[in-house]
């Protein structure tokens, strides 16, 4: 285009996290503990061994936090409430004191013009319900994930209009089940797809609810979306993408929003075998409740090539989600296998850097589904070094955040509903298996693995950047 719209004048410009990624205080004022807190904690499983302990020390410093965001002039601030600290054992008895440290989180935003957009669950599910009922491998959990939202909807109902429900479905169910990455790291792709079933009805359970505790609010989940290219124009490796798309997005996502699985997916895993159980009632419940919005997490595209029924399978460590996959050679026999695209230069964590990716899927998102957006996550992991003077030049990463606010322009212009952008993340935090060496935020944080140092912030180059970007409403990129 010549000329690209604007974007609307309540544009969120926004920035993420999760509280295991953040908060820290993991014991403190009554918390229960999650699977997190123990996964972390078994030999092997991250990188260093680091957990989330102390994390970037939010549960004590929010308020120096919160200062920073006001002097960015932040519109929305996406966080995740860890369910033990509101529940302890994820069920029985409500603990105040982990209410009182959100409600202060949100009055503190609230009086900085900041709007708070609540994550309800972003992986750390109480430890209690993983033991006694096998987490989400039981129907017991919906009522249970209920009862705790309507908790967080009651109390904060009123102050609060912007909700996530679950944080990347997708990526907790396959690092949790398939890939055994993730607690409970399991490798049992039925137990799998049955345990998303129960999610996707918890899901649809607490939208429902939203609805009754929540006029005029809004809700949606986050879906980790990597958009799939063929490899080629050979007619099987685009038959390969898009049996690839059915499997790893509309699997999830037509779902959410149209209620139904996708008929070749759904095929694909009855043949197998492993079709998840559908009882009765769990159709009706999922067609009847639709999100307000689709919340997507992006960080990268996939492209995958024609497999033959003998082909490469999946391999160790590898998922075939497209935003945590690489491009080794993996995939399924018969329907499709990753490959890497010649045309995208790749992180230092072999993920592609594609933004006019995010512009094909927020396109696809529109023609399918044509519910409002809300980019809950993009941002580029890298290693910063802090340098003299406390100046950590970032130009990566401006970079990349840069490209991605213009293809959102331009996805704007061609018709997209784009609620707003939020980055990942604020501040550097914790990033689940990789440590505290691989940072996303504006704000550095002074620790590493092994060194809790000062836990200092210091703002990076980006974070003027980005102060632009708000004050301009994203015209100055
Ligand atoms: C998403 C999550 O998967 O991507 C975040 O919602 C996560 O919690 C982010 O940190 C980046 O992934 P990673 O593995 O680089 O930390």
Redesign the pocket.
């Known amino acids: 285009y010549e000329k690209l719209d604007k974007f609307r004048d309540d544009f969120l410009w926004g920035s993420a996290s ?1 509280a295991y ?1 953040v908060e820290g205080a993991w014991d403190k004022d009554g918390k229960g503990e999650s699977v997190w807190d123990v996964y972390t904690k078994l030999p092997g499983t991250t990188f260093k061994n680091t957990n989330g302990d102390v994390a970037v020390d939010h549960y004590n410093r929010y308020k120096e936090d919160v200062a920073l965001m006001a002097e960015m002039g932040l519109k929305a601030y996406r966080f995740s409430i860890a369910w033990t600290r509101i529940y302890p054992d994820g069920k029985s008895e409500v603990n105040e004191e982990g209410l009182k440290f959100y409600e202060n989180l949100i009055d503190e935003l609230i009086a900085n013009d900041i709007k708070p957009v609540i994550t309800l669950y ?2 750390d599910l109480p430890k209690h319900l993983q033991d006694l009922y096998g987490g989400w491998e039981s129907r017991e959990i919906i009522h249970d994930f209920n009862k705790y939202c309507v908790t967080l909807f009651k109390r904060f109902g009123d102050k609060v209009k912007h909700w996530v429900s679950l ?2 479905q997708n ?1 907790f169910m396959t690092l949790g089940y398939v890939t055994a990455m993730h607690p409970p790291a399991v490798k049992d792709q039925k137990r799998m797809l049955q345990a998303n079933h129960i999610a996707n009805l918890a899901n649809a359970t607490v939208i429902e609810s939203f609805k009754t505790y929540v006029p005029g609010g809004m809700i949606g989940p ?1 879906f ?1 979306f990597g958009p799939v290219y063929p490899f080629s124009c050979n007619p099987k490796d685009v038959l390969s993408a898009e049996n690839a798309e059915d499997l790893n997005c509309n699997w999830w996502l037509d779902v959410y929003c149209k209620g139904k699985y996708p008929a070749f997916a759904f095929k694909y895993y009855e043949r197998l075998g492993i079709a998840p159980v559908i009882e009765e009632g769990d159709l009706e419940l999922l067609e009847r409740v639709k999100p307000d919005f689709i919340g997507i ?1 992006y ?1 990268q595209t996939s492209t995958v090539a024609f497999n033959p029924l003998d082909g490469v399978g999946q391999s160790e460590g590898i998922n075939n989600t497209g ?2 996959g690489t491009a080794k050679e993996s995939g399924l026999p018969g329907v499709f296998k990753n490959a890497k695209n010649p045309h995208l230069e790749t992180t230092n ?1 072999d993920w592609a850097i594609d933004p006019t990716g995010l512009r094909v899927g927020l396109r696809r998102l529109t023609s399918k589904y044509n519910l409002p957006i809300l980019i809950t ?1 993009n ?1 580029l ?1 890298e290693f910063d070094k802090l340098e003299e003077n406390d100046v950590v030049d970032d130009a990566h990463r401006i970079d990349y955040l840069s490209a991605h606010v213009k293809a959102c322009k331009e996805a704007v212009s061609d018709g997209v509903d784009l609620l707003g952008y939020c980055t ?2 604020f501040t550097d ?1 914790l ?4 440590g505290y060496q ?1 940072r ?1 935020g504006f704000v550095y944080i002074d620790r590493d693995e092994n060194d809790q140092k000062d836990l200092r912030r210091i703002k990076k180059n980006s974070f003027y950047w980005y102060k632009n970007v708000i004050s301009s409403n994203g015209e100055e990129l």
Do not use: F, P, V
């Not at 990033?431 to 990789?434: E, G, P, R, T, V």
């Open positions: 999760a990624q972003h992986w944080n990347e990526i986050s980790a997490n960080y935003k945590k964590w996550e941002g992991g990942w993340s935090l990033s689940w298996l990789n691989k996303y």
